[in-house]
């Protein structure tokens, strides 16, 4: 059940407990314990616990979380429990590296439609999906009920891509281009820049 009162901050962190509770059940493991996942993540046991704490108790006294039913609970929680089906826009060397990642498969979502403005990629196929013009894409997103979209395109492109995304009934933006988006509230936008992130981390650099 979505709570907006849980920090934004605390659900950030969900997806990196699904992701280490997976790692350690291919280790073959069935219980764990906080101690363990914090030796994992860099996150302290504490704060994982209280994490926890904010959406029910998952574990006992003494015993620690079941992998497997932690891993379910958690999938509920993130609502990927089933399978998102994702829109690509912009199939250039970005999009054709997110479209080839195997990683997307069974952690809920599949990239379903790719779409592009270069007439030479229309119809090619990468992984799964084959690039349908850019023209069609808000009917074709609007029809086949996608409310989740990635946006690849350069940043002179971007806000047109995202305002036909909203129009298309896209809730859910994730914009790898190196811009600042206008979107209306109750859509949910986050951008993934690497030269921020970089930025970030040589503050800490001499």
Request: glycine share 10%.
């Amino acid at each position: 059940m979505l709570n907006d009162k849980i920090p934004d901050i605390i659900i950030s962190r969900l997806p990196q407990y699904l992701r280490a509770l997976n790692w350690l059940e291919m280790d073959g493991k069935q219980t764990t314990s906080s101690q363990e996942l914090a030796d994992h993540l860099g996150i302290s046991a504490a704060q994982i616990r209280k994490d926890l704490s904010q959406f029910g108790g998952f574990g006992k006294q003494g015993m620690g979380y079941s992998i497997p039913y932690l891993t379910k609970e958690l999938r509920k929680i993130l609502h990927v429990d089933h399978n998102w089906e994702v829109a690509l826009v912009g199939v250039g060397q970005l999009g054709i590296a997110i479209a080839n990642y195997q990683g997307f498969q069974g952690r809920g979502f599949n990239i379903v439609m790719g779409f592009d403005s270069d007439p030479g990629k229309i119809g090619k196929k990468y992984g799964n999906l084959t690039v349908q013009p850019i023209a069609g894409m808000d009917v074709a997103i609007k029809n086949a009920g996608i409310v989740i979209a990635m946006i690849t395109v350069p940043a002179g492109q971007a806000q047109d891509i995202a305002d036909r995304l909203v129009k298309a009934e896209v809730k859910t933006i994730l914009n790898y281009a190196p811009i600042n988006l206008m979107v209306p509230q109750g859509i949910r936008m986050r951008v993934i820049d690497p030269v921020i992130e970089l930025q970030r981390m040589t503050y800490y650099l001499e």
